[in-house]
């Protein structure tokens, strides 16, 4: 069919074409102003908007805004929005086991189809359920999108009611130890994804404040499947039980299971019917596609899954359809598909706005790019990446992680010698010192641990007591003993003094916890924030003890100190984070692994519909696609 013909065919329009989505990518997802603005609000404050019902606590209503911006762009850039159809669900409650049953009870239960009109709220909402849900489904048979259109009505109904729990999304790959409970799982995610506090976060699990929507349990590691089972099961059971709980998983690895979940009953997305597939298509004036696949048994069988049929519209310039209908088994199909659909995505003619007037990276290192990120999520079960989480471990050879190491121990190294020679004038001793302690200090080092908060509001009392310990013990202590038995007053005035300002200013910078809620709104926040810690640090500590050298000793030595302790502090609150993601990067670039600037280059594949972005996170647009990706061979120059 001609392009003019076909108005739903992939074009320039197609990112902002409701129908596909109502927008995979706009100026507030990539933007460089916006970005650039977003940094700044990261150095000097930012605030998400709170929404809802005023009389709900303030901390509740950003995370309620934050979870609603979530779910809105997932909803935006899903590509099962391509098929807007009221999916097929059958009751299958002998998939559940609820506690108050009996065996033979269960047992008897029969998988009853519902009427077509029936949407998950009203599944949800329904007596015999009441919020205690398990959908299943085949993979791209719409579990998640299904579960994101509950949340959006949650949402809404929780911005209404102030005293509905808030529906918070989590996925269960990040739950990496068997004998953690999933509410103190649920408190780190909280931390992890939105920034609240692990005491913000407990009390609102303590007081029923949440609702738990859980996805992936397929996606753990086979073998830890259903230890989670069990882990939820023991969590619906606990003290702190939510209220409500829904559960999304593939029908095929969950039937496998010996344990069942304790909800009240369970859904099954059934597969789209011919009817459904031959109105959709025909709606967008598919009509010669309809034809197509309806005269192939196996194809037809193939797009009543509705992710299939959608990346079929979206491909179907790059289908050889004659091709297609000879392949040998449904796995091949399926491979055959993804792989149309990536050569048409990266064939589009597309202005990128990641990359304005910047060359666009070529077909052959995009697919390159992309096969490393999936292969490295694929390796630690992984469905989101942000790019401030890559680690020592990604470097894979022995020669890229002694380069490491060197590299971090002698940077670390050199900037604390630069440090002695500061304070103890001497250049090549502090050198030597400095290297000497990068090397013992940084060379074991396994993995890059980013301070995201420090606050200044007020003081920890039990920070400022070890403030005050270190303080006496190492300067104070020392510089009266020299001075009441050597008789040596100059200079050690200030000094005693600046023992006392030492550990104050260490009490006010470090003492407050985080009790915000910080979510990720671009690409390396993490690591920004890192650099506007140090910058800050230096800033708190290395001025006043400058001025205060200068004014009562020397102007000369009142700079060299406050540069001193400001070097110090930068380096220990987020200045050594910076420089270790820094190399990373720097070898993962020179090893072909990843463009220079990663963001822009991830924004370029969320352009091309090839992966999804939410703030700074990133996951690709399906996981049938990160698993096509993951299995491809990498192959550089």
């Known amino acids: ?172 790959s990040s739950w990496k130890d068997n004998r953690q409970p999933i509410t103190d799982w649920l408190v780190a995610e909280l931390k992890s994804k939105y920034g609240v506090s692990k005491k913000l976060g407990q009390e609102w699990a303590d007081n029923y404040q949440l609702l738990p929507l859980l996805d992936g349990l397929n996606e753990l590691e086979p073998q830890r499947q259903e230890l989670c089972v069990q882990a939820i099961n023991q969590f619906l059971a606990g003290e702190t039980r939510p209220f409500y709980l829904v559960v999304c998983s593939r029908s095929e690895e969950y039937r496998n299971y010996i344990t069942q979940l304790q909800l009240n009953s369970a859904i099954y997305l059934e597969p789209l019917t011919n009817n459904q597939i031959c109105d959709y298509l025909t709606s967008i004036n598919s009509i010669e596609l309809w034809s197509t696949i309806s005269s192939d048994l196996d194809l037809l069988e193939l797009v009543k899954i509705p992710l299939l049929l959608s990346i079929t519209v979206l491909a179907s310039q790059k289908l050889s359809f004659e091709e297609w209908q000879h392949l040998n088994s449904t796995a091949d199909e399926i491979q055959y598909l993804l792989d149309a659909y990536i050569g048409r995505m990266l064939a589009r003619d597309l202005n990128s706005r990641a990359y304005l007037n910047n060359k666009t990276p070529n077909t052959r290192k995009t697919r390159m790019w992309l096969v490393w990120l999936a292969g490295q999520m694929q390796r630690e079960y992984k469905t989101e990446f942000l790019i401030e989480e890559i680690q020592p471990s990604w470097l894979k050879n022995q020669a890229s992680k002694i380069l490491y190491k060197v590299l971090l121990s002698l940077i670390i190294g050199i900037s604390i010698g630069i440090i002695f020679k500061l304070l103890y004038q001497r250049s090549i001793i502090g050198i030597i010192v400095g290297i000497i302690l990068g090397i013992t200090y940084w060379l074991p080092s396994q993995k890059v641990v980013i301070i995201k908060t420090i606050s200044l509001s007020e003081l920890n009392k039990r920070k400022l007591l070890i403030g005050l310990a270190v303080g006496i013990g190492v300067v104070i202590f020392p510089s009266s003993l020299s001075w009441i038995l050597l008789q040596r007053h100059q200079g050690q005035i200030y000094i005693i003094i600046i023992g006392i300002m030492f550990p104050l200013l260490t009490g006010l910078l470090l003492g407050q916890p985080d009790k915000s809620i910080e979510k990720n709104i671009i690409p390396n926040q993490d690591i920004w924030q890192s650099v506007h810690n140090a910058f800050l640090s230096a800033l708190i500590i290395g001025t006043p003890i400058g001025l205060f050298v200068a004014i009562i000793h020397i102007p000369t030595e009142g700079g060299i100190s406050g540069i001193t302790f400001g070097l110090i502090f930068g380096l220990v609150a987020g200045g050594d984070a910076t420089i270790q993601h820094f190399i990373l990067r720097l070898i993962l670039y020179f090893n072909g692994y990843i463009p220079w600037n990663y963001a822009r280059f991830l924004d370029y594949c969320t352009e091309r519909m090839l992966l999804q972005r939410v703030g700074g996170r990133y996951r690709f647009i399906h996981k049938l696609l990160q698993d096509h990706f993951a299995q491809m061979d990498f192959k550089r120059d």
């Open 1 to 172: 069919m001609p392009d003019s013909e076909d108005p739903k065919q992939v074009n320039n329009n197609d990112l902002r074409n409701a129908q596909f989505g109502g927008g995979f990518i706009n100026a507030e997802n990539v933007n460089a102003g916006r970005i650039g603005g977003d940094i700044w609000n990261i150095f000097f404050g930012q605030q998400t908007t709170p929404v809802g019902n005023p009389a709900r606590p303030k901390n509740e209503r950003i995370l309620l805004a934050a979870v609603k911006q979530e779910v809105t762009s997932r909803l935006r850039q899903s590509l099962h929005n391509a098929v807007l159809i009221n999916l097929g669900k059958e009751s299958q409650p002998q998939q559940v086991k609820r506690p108050w049953d009996a065996e033979i009870k269960i047992g008897l239960k029969p998988a009853v189809p519902l009427p077509e009109t029936t949407t998950i709220v009203e599944v949800f909402d329904s007596p015999d359920i009441a919020g205690k849900l398990l959908i299943l489904g085949a993979p791209g048979s719409g579990k998640t999108t299904t579960q994101l259109e509950l949340a959006q009505v949650l949402v809404n109904r929780a911005e209404e009611q102030f005293d509905y729990p808030i529906p918070v999304l989590f996925n269960l």
